[in-house]
Every structure is written in C-alpha cells, then in structure tokens.
C-alpha cells in the first residue's frame, strides 16, 4: 500500500514557475516508477511525465518536453515535478501516482493515487 499527497500548486502568472511535490508513505518507494497525471476542466485525465523508480528513466508527454522536469528522491519518499514557462493550458488538477508496471504512459496502469494538487495559470 502507497499513499501520495501532492502539494505545491498555486495560482502564477503566464510565465511563472512552480515545483510540485508528491509525499509518499511506505517503504517501497524505490520500488515504484511514478508518473505525474493532470486532469483540466471537461478533459480527461492525461499523462504528463514518468520516471523509474531509481531514476535512471523518465519519460514526457510532447506537449510538456523542455518545461516541466520529473525527479524524486527515494531517502526522502518523494516525487517533484518542476514546471517552467507556465501557459494558461497547463491549468489544471495535477495528479501523481505510482506503478509498478512497465507501461509508464498508461493511466490504467497505476494502482495508487494521490488526491491533487489544483495549479491555475493567468494569462
């Protein structure tokens, strides 16, 4: 059993930068790979970014590559997601989950997930 918290969202300017964290609960967190998810209104919930669970690999949807980074680290249980250049379409809830799975773009493939962090960008 895993338990996620995100926290770090927030309301920034078109242009501005945030880093999401994810707290996880357990041992095992060097177990999982983890992947950052976002939902917007009326969408669904959508891949962003991935990482194994070392760190070695990680993985980015095209519409973030060269503005949000994935990273954790494992002696303190927890996930990052660093996010630059904010636009208005990366308003959103931001979710992270974990998975022990290969398919790290799945989002049926992850068995646990945190409850979100809202981040809202004005333009």
């Known amino acids: 059993q895993v338990q996620l918290v995100e926290s770090g969202g927030g309301l920034v300017q078109a242009g501005g930068s945030l880093r999401l964290s994810c707290a996880a609960s357990?041992?095992?967190?060097?177990?999982?790979?983890m992947g950052w998810f976002r939902q917007a209104p009326g969408k669904e919930r959508e891949f962003v970014a991935a990482?194994?669970?070392?760190?070695?690999?990680?993985y980015y949807a095209s519409s973030v590559k060269g503005r949000f980074t994935i990273s954790r680290d494992n002696a303190e249980n927890t996930l990052y997601l660093q996010i630059i250049n904010l636009k208005p379409e990366d308003t959103a809830v931001y979710y992270c989950?974990?998975?022990?799975?290969?398919?790290?773009?799945?989002?049926?493939?992850?068995?646990?997930w945190g409850q979100g962090t809202q981040v809202t960008v004005s333009s």
């Open positions: 989950a974990a998975t022990m799975s290969p398919r790290l773009i799945r989002r049926d493939e992850y068995d646990y």
């Open positions: 357990g041992r095992t967190f060097s177990s999982y790979s």
């Open positions: 990482i194994s669970g070392i760190g070695v690999s990680t």
